[in-house]
Structures are given as C-alpha cells and as structure tokens.
C-alpha cells in the first residue's frame, strides 16, 4: 500500500512539468488527494488539493493560476501540471490521500516519497 509521487526534474523557468501520484494496493478515488512541497529551510506547505470526485480543486496564492490539479480515477492517479515555474517553485514534491481536503497533517492517511523539482533562472 503506497503512493508514489513522480515527474520532478530540472527545468528553466517558464518552463512546464507534471508530476504524477499514483497508488497502489487501495483505491484512490476514496480519497482527496492534496499536494505539498517543501523548499530547502522552509516548512513544508499545502499548495493544492482535489476533492474525491474531483469536483472541487484548491490552490495555494503562489500557485494559483499556473498549477492545475487534475485526477483520473481509472488510473489510480492524481496529476499537477505544472506551468510557468519560477525559481521559487524549487522544492520537494509530496502527495497525500485524505478523506478531505485538508491542511493538518495529522489526517492525512497516506503520504508518497518526494520528487525534486529544480527551477533554474
């Protein structure tokens, strides 16, 4: 039972990637699935989530506008595409399965390793 975050590399800014979260041993369409990310030095950070169904999508300010969530149920896997990086978006990359939408990491039920994403100027 795990999810598996992957898609990170390195890219010039305004450049474009998409990461991919994909499960297996359970059935990710029970959960919401939200990204995070974690810079070097900082505290990790909720930047998107989507709803089980699908039908509702958030984003973190410093995303909102060139990240998209997205989730295909037949697959297994939740999807964020991610366009017009900057520096700033360096990080690690996690997903996370909830019953909700959430922030607090104590309800998160499942959490992938991380992918590194590198944005060079």
């Known amino acids: 039972v795990q999810l598996q975050a992957s898609g990170g590399g390195l890219v010039q800014a305004g450049g474009s990637l998409r990461l991919s979260c994909a499960a297996s041993?359970?059935?990710?369409?029970?959960?919401?699935v939200r990204w995070f990310r974690q810079a070097p030095g900082k505290e990790r950070e909720g930047i998107s989530c989507?709803?089980?169904?699908?039908?509702?999508?958030d984003y973190a300010d410093s995303v909102k506008g060139r990240f998209t969530i997205s989730r295909d149920n037949a697959k297994n896997t939740v999807y964020l595409q991610m366009n017009s990086l900057k520096p700033e978006d360096t990080a690690v990359y996690y997903c996370?399965?909830?019953?909700?939408?959430?922030?607090?990491?104590?309800?998160?039920?499942?959490w992938s390793q991380g992918t590194l994403v590198t944005v060079s100027s």
């Open positions: 996370a399965a909830a019953y909700v939408c959430v922030l607090d990491r104590t309800l998160i039920n499942y």
């Open positions: 041993g359970f059935t990710l369409d029970f959960y919401a």
């Open positions: 989507i709803t089980r169904a699908g039908g509702r999508t």
